[in-house]
């Protein structure tokens, strides 16, 4: 029940003779980003696991949380990773202790794609993904459809998620480096390591996430 002494209350202005600051003018450029150049690339895939009615897991690269780790970048080193995502559903990927920059969209044959890499990594019978070893990669480029899709506006930044729309690769690309690219103020190869995952609660705790340890520099 609202107090009684603040019923039939208003709000009151009281507008002052007073020199009024004008805001500063933004700059053309709020942030400049740098030009990265990888030194590694990783093709990955969100997968499902369908059952009847609906799926049954959702999976980064067919393998289930307690898989050994697959992922193992070097402290101060930049990838790109390129991202299949062969669901249905787009997925909000997270990456912990990064930053990354989105590069690009691309369009691909999904149903060709996912036949193809089913084959590769046998899975059997088809529609089961290889959960407990590393999948074999499968180059995205004999499969790519129309051209690469540029950022938007609102994704040109950095980013600690981002979309990934289902029919499509995305490619990021991180540095696994302080935000402004000096080392990382501690050692982050110490410790139990980090992870990378669906940001859907749904998805993240039904095995869309996956431990990753980060390397020494060298």
């Not at 790109?80 to 669901?87: A, E, F, G, K, S």
């Not at 990382?184 to 940001?199: E, K, L, N």
Request: net charge positive; with cysteine.
């Amino acid at each position: 029940m609202a107090d009684p002494q603040t019923v039939g209350q208003i709000m009151q202005f009281t507008v002052i003779k007073k020199k009024v600051l004008s805001p500063k003018k933004l700059p053309s450029i709020l942030q400049k980003i740098p030009k990265l150049k990888p030194t590694k690339t990783r093709t990955l895939t969100l997968y499902e696991l369908e059952g009847p009615n609906r799926p049954l897991q959702v999976t980064l690269d067919g393998q289930l949380w307690q898989n050994l780790v697959s992922e193992l970048p070097q402290a101060g080193t930049t990838e790109d990773w390129q991202i299949v995502n062969l669901t249905n559903d787009t997925h909000p990927i997270h990456i912990h202790l990064v930053q990354f920059l989105l590069v690009n969209r691309q369009k691909l044959r999904t149903a060709d794609y996912l036949v193809d890499w089913e084959k590769r990594n046998k899975a059997t019978p088809p529609g089961t993904p290889p959960f407990y070893v590393k999948p074999k990669k499968l180059p995205t480029k004999p499969y790519l459809q129309g051209k690469p899709i540029k950022p938007a506006g609102n994704e040109k930044g950095w980013k600690d998620t981002i979309q990934m729309n289902p029919g499509e690769v995305t490619t990021i690309r991180i540095r696994f480096a302080s935000q402004d690219g000096s080392p990382y103020p501690f050692d982050p190869s110490i410790g139990p390591g980090y992870v990378w995952h669906c940001h859907m609660i749904a998805h993240e705790d039904n095995e869309m996430m996956r431990p990753l340890k980060i390397l020494p520099s060298k």
